[in-house]
C-alpha cells in the first residue's frame, strides 16, 4: 500500500516537472519572467497561441475557425488571432464590443449563445453580424423581431461523456425540435442557415463527436425532405488539452471527424466551421502564484497559495485538475491546495504531490490560459491575476 501511493505521487510531480520544463524549453523567452514580485501573474505565450491556431487550421482545413472569446478575452489574444484571420464567436455585448473595435470585420463573427437578450440581438445585427444560434422558439421570436433576415443555426443536444467541463444540460434540442424549430425561423422570415452542437468542454471521448455528427447528418437529411438549404454545419469547442494527463491531439481528432463526415455526409455541407476556445489557450498559459502558508490540519497538509477559485481558478471547483509544480527537489508529500479567500469552498486542489515549500515560494500552475482570468473577480479584497502576455 504505502509503495504503491508512494509511485502515484512520485508519477503525478515528475508529469507536472516533465510539462513544466518543455513548456519552458519551448519558450525561453518566458523564462525572466517566472519569478515575478507581483503574484499572482498569468504568462501567455502569443506565439504558442498563435501556432495553436494555424496547427488546427493545418490539421482541419476545410473548417473556418471561430475563436470562442469567452476562454479568454484578453486584448493581445484577439489581436493576434485576429491577425492570422481567425473568426470570433461572441456571447454578449461586452465581448463583441471588444472584438469591433480590434478591427474585426463583422462578417468573421458569429454568435453561438443559444440565448441572447433582445438588446444584445439588436445590437449585434446592426453591426452587421447577422448569424445566430438558436435552441427554442422564443429564441426565434426575439431575433425576428429585431434582426430579421438574420441566419439561425439549431443547436442539437448531444453527448457530453467524458468532457472534463460539459455543457449539454443546459442548451440544445433532439432531432425532431431542431426541425420544428427551422420550420418556425422560416415562417418567421429569418434564414433557416444550419446545425451546431457542442461536445462538452475538454471532450476526450471521441463517440461524443461520432454521436453528434450522426445526429447532425440526421437533421441535415430530414431539413432537406422538408425543403430546407443548410449551409452550414458548426462544430462548436472541446478540443482539450494537456493537463495532469495527455489530452487527445489535434491531428487525432481532425482524421477522425474527417472520416464521420465522409461517412454521414455524403454531400458535404457548403460550409464547416468549428469554435476552438480551451484548445487554442488553455495550454498557453502558466500561472505563477506563490505560498501564503502552510498548516496542518489533523491528518492533512495544506498550502496556501496568493490565488483562488474566486480570482481565476474556478474550474477547479468543476472537473479540472491543474498540474502544480515547484522548483524545488526532496522528499515528496501530498497536499491540500487552499485559496487565498476565507470561503471555505476556495480550495483549488487535493491530493497534490510537491516537494515541501516554504512560504514566499512560487507555485506554478500549467495549462492555466483558459477560463482563468475571465472567471476573475475580487472577492474578499484580494486581486485578479495580472496578464503578462509575450
Ligand atoms: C464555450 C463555447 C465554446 C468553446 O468551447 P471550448 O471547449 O473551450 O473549445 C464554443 N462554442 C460555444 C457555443 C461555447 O459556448
Known amino acids: 500500500m504505502v509503495k504503491e501511493s508512494l509511485d502515484r505521487r512520485e508519477l503525478q510531480f515528475q508529469f507536472a516537472k516533465r510539462y513544466f520544463e518543455e513548456f519552458i524549453s519551448q519558450r525561453l523567452h518566458l523564462q525572466p519572467y517566472l519569478k515575478p514580485q507581483e503574484t499572482p501573474l498569468l504568462l501567455l505565450d502569443l506565439e504558442g497561441i498563435k501556432r495553436r491556431y494555424k496547427e488546427i487550421e493545418l490539421y482541419m482545413p476545410n473548417f473556418r475557425i471561430y475563436y470562442a472569446v469567452k476562454a479568454n478575452d484578453h486584448t493581445s489574444v484577439i489581436k493576434a488571432l485576429s491577425e492570422k484571420g481567425s473568426g470570433f464567436e461572441v456571447a454578449s455585448l461586452e465581448e463583441l464590443k471588444k472584438v469591433l473595435s480590434l478591427k474585426v470585420e463583422p462578417e468573421r463573427i458569429i454568435s453561438s449563445n443559444p440565448v441572447k437578450s433582445e438588446e444584445f440581438i439588436d445590437y449585434a445585427y446592426s453591426v452587421h453580424v447577422n448569424r445566430f444560434a438558436v435552441d427554442s422558439f422564443t429564441e426565434v421570436e426575439k431575433i425576428a423581431k429585431v434582426a430579421k433576415r438574420a441566419r439561425v443555426y439549431v443547436r442539437l443536444v448531444v453527448p457530453n461523456e467524458g468532457s472534463d467541463w460539459p455543457l449539454s444540460k443546459k442548451f440544445g434540442v433532439d432531432v425532431d425540435t431542431a426541425i420544428d424549430i427551422l420550420e418556425y425561423a422560416r415562417e418567421k422570415g429569418l434564414v433557416p442557415y444550419g446545425i451546431t452542437f457542442h461536445v462538452g468542454s475538454q471532450c476526450n471521448n471521441y463517440r461524443n463527436w461520432f454521436i453528434a455528427i450522426r445526429k447532425s447528418a440526421e437533421l441535415w437529411e430530414k431539413a432537406k425532405r422538408r425543403g430546407f438549404r443548410l449551409q452550414m454545419l458548426n462544430m462548436g469547442g472541446g478540443i482539450p488539452v494537456k ?29 464547416l466551421q468549428i469554435e476552438p476556445g480551451r ?3 488553455g495550454d498557453q498559459g502558466i500561472m505563477i502564484t506563490r505560498i501564503i502558508g502552510k498548516a496542518k490540519r489533523n491528518d492533512e497538509n495544506w498550502l496556501y497559495v496568493d490565488t483562488g477559485v474566486f480570482n481565476g481558478l474556478a474550474e477547479a471547483l468543476g472537473g479540472i485538475r491543474y498540474p502544480f509544480y515547484i522548483d524545488r527537489e526532496g522528499e515528496l508529500k501530498e497536499w491540500t491546495i487552499g485559496g487565498v479567500s476565507c470561503d471555505s469552498m476556495d480550495v483549488i486542489a487535493k491530493m497534490v504531490a510537491l516537494p515541501e515549500p516554504e512560504v514566499g515560494d512560487h507555485l506554478y ?15 474578499n479584497g484580494f486581486p485578479m491575476p495580472k496578464v503578462l502576455c509575450l
Not at 251 to 259: L, V
Not at 365 to 379: D, E, P, Q
Request: aromatic share 20%; charged share 15%.
Open 243 to 271: 493537463y495532469t494527463y495527455e489530452a487527445l491531439r489535434i491531428e487525432d481528432i481532425a482524421y477522425y471527424i474527417k472520416g464521420l463526415l465522409q461517412k454521414f455526409f455524403p454531400n458535404p455541407p457548403h460550409e
Open 279 to 281: 484548445g487554442i489557450v
Open 365 to 379: 500552475i500549467l495549462s492555466a490560459g483558459a477560463y482563468t482570468t475571465v472567471y476573475a473577480s475580487n472577492f
